[in-house]
């Protein structure tokens, strides 16, 4: 008995000294890890490798049902179904770039993305597009809304698009950004005020001021290594030539560039039997294969002769038809700038001997042989074509210019108008108006791939930059109000362009 007792104590002596030390190595522990931090997981945030989202894609079938979860998904798998949900949402509406949001697609959150540059990318493939099938790439950027409350939520905001035709005309002693007098390689005598009789030129030291961003400084040589081995064309009446012609001066910095070549024969632009000069020129800078080239289509129909036996036949004007040089050549071109506008009244159409074609018949309707239903018809017609052709060449950048302002006062070109101001900014100097005033051509490229170079409002404070009264061929009581000095406003039509793409 006392033997069982004694051994009964021994074992309980040898329990209870069991559980003194196990308790004396629980507290040195806790003295040394207050949180038991070797013991317990830690609670921060998931953070997400490209390797961990590579072994689990494959594994991830089932759609994420709308929910909390996909606001904030809480795990690898959320994530990449979120991103599945989302590209297919893509694949089902396939809005294109220039849709609605001027290039930016809005996604439920937590993808925050960057607006997508305006690069013409060879695959036609969108930053944003990339992101969703290859959520890999993007999901380790965003680690920090998984798992928890996005510490920068306050920093998210939706990117917008700048509004470039929205800003101010501001001195800058910089300008121009080429000499008058030195660009005679390009730049034709009759739009070089620098070599007329005019005497004030302050009008080539305004820069035009996006009110919400700044617009990147145009360089010859990054605009050539941006258009690497691409071709910009110019398609449109003589505005679109002064574009052109302006571009050329910006390139070179008004300086003889005799490494440039004429490849107009590329394009058929050469001069034919029975006129003075091509239908256009085409022109490559070797250093980076990058082509400019400029067609004449001051209507943007198409064009062909009612008769072409008979030398004094009248010509058949397609208002529902782009011009055949378009239709021919657009699968070359990586930018392309359309533009019309001045060539749209009676006189000339008659005078060119236009007859106006629908459906490849005369046209019978009389409400549509109105002169401005004409031209709608056919910018709206014209911008759906080339809409229907971005699918088909995903790497082509296409622009509709606005209509630039014509500022006769008193009269039009043949009855005493004039621009004789030399003041700049005297109609004022700031554009604050969201829309554009060309309601028509923002109209057209509503909804569509082509985007809007909206030059108008910019242009009509500009009033002072014209050739006025200075015009080499000038006859008297008659001013060219319509054209623009050069250097001048053309140019910023092309730092415009050189901010987009």
Not at 437 to 458: F, M, Q, R
């Amino acid at each position: 008995m006392k033997t069982g007792l004694n051994g009964l104590k021994g074992k309980e002596i040898a329990l209870i000294t069991i559980v003194v030390m196990s308790a004396t190595i629980i507290l040195w522990n806790w003295e040394k890890t207050p949180r038991l931090t070797a013991l317990f997981p830690p609670q921060d945030p998931l953070q997400l490798s490209s390797e961990i989202l590579s072994s689990v894609s494959d594994e991830v079938k089932y759609p994420l049902s709308v929910s909390d979860e996909e606001k904030h998904p809480s795990s690898v798998s959320d994530v990449v179904k979120h991103f599945s949900s989302v590209s297919d949402e893509v694949k089902r509406d396939k809005i294109s770039d220039d849709e609605k949001n001027h290039d930016i697609q809005t996604f439920p959150n937590p993808i925050v993305h960057e607006p997508e540059r305006n690069e013409a990318q060879g695959d036609g493939t969108s930053e944003i597009e990339k992101h969703i099938q290859d959520p890999a790439k993007e999901v380790p950027q965003r680690s920090s809304l998984i798992g928890g409350e996005d510490k920068n939520s306050n920093k998210a905001t939706e990117s917008k698009v700048c509004n470039y035709a929205k800003g101010k005309w501001v001195l800058d002693d910089n300008r121009p950004l080429y000499s008058g007098f030195g660009c005679k390689q390009w730049l034709s005598p009759m739009w070089a005020c620098r070599m007329m009789q005019r005497t004030d030129f302050s009008y080539e030291k305004l820069r035009w001021q996006p009110k919400d961003c700044q617009m990147e400084e145009f360089e010859g040589s990054k605009f050539l290594r941006r258009m690497q081995s691409k071709t910009l064309a110019f398609v449109g009446d003589s505005l679109g030539r002064q574009q052109f012609q302006s571009l050329m001066c910006m390139i070179t910095g008004g300086k003889e560039a005799l490494d440039v070549r004429d490849v107009g024969a590329e394009y058929g632009l050469i001069v034919t039997e029975g006129n003075a000069r091509p239908s256009g020129w085409a022109y490559r800078f070797p250093s980076t294969n990058t082509t400019i080239l400029y067609y004449w289509s001051a209507s943007l129909c198409d064009i062909e002769p009612i008769n072409i036996n008979n030398p004094e036949t009248e010509y058949a004007m397609h208002l529902d038809r782009p011009p055949a040089f378009l239709r021919q050549y657009i699968h070359r071109f990586d930018v392309l700038v359309l533009n019309t506008g001045h060539h749209w009244n009676r006189g000339k159409l008659n005078a060119n001997k236009w007859v106006m074609h629908v459906g490849g018949k005369p046209n019978t309707d009389r409400k549509l042989a109105v002169i401005w239903v004409a031209k709608n018809l056919t910018i709206h017609s014209i911008v759906s074509w080339v809409n229907s052709q971005l699918p088909k060449y995903p790497g082509l950048k296409a622009f509709f210019r606005s209509i630039s302002p014509r500022h006769f006062f008193g009269g039009e070109w043949n009855t005493g108008g004039s621009c004789d101001n030399t003041t700049p900014m005297s109609i004022g100097k700031e554009i604050l108006g969201e829309e554009s005033s060309d309601e028509n051509a923002a109209s057209a490229v509503k909804g569509t791939g082509v985007k809007l170079l909206d030059i108008t409002g910019l242009s009509q404070l500009r009033d002072e930059a014209h050739i006025s009264r200075y015009s080499l061929t000038a006859q008297p009581g008659v001013q060219d109000c319509l054209h623009w000095c050069l250097p001048g406003v053309p140019d910023t039509w092309n730092e415009l362009i050189f901010a987009q793409i």
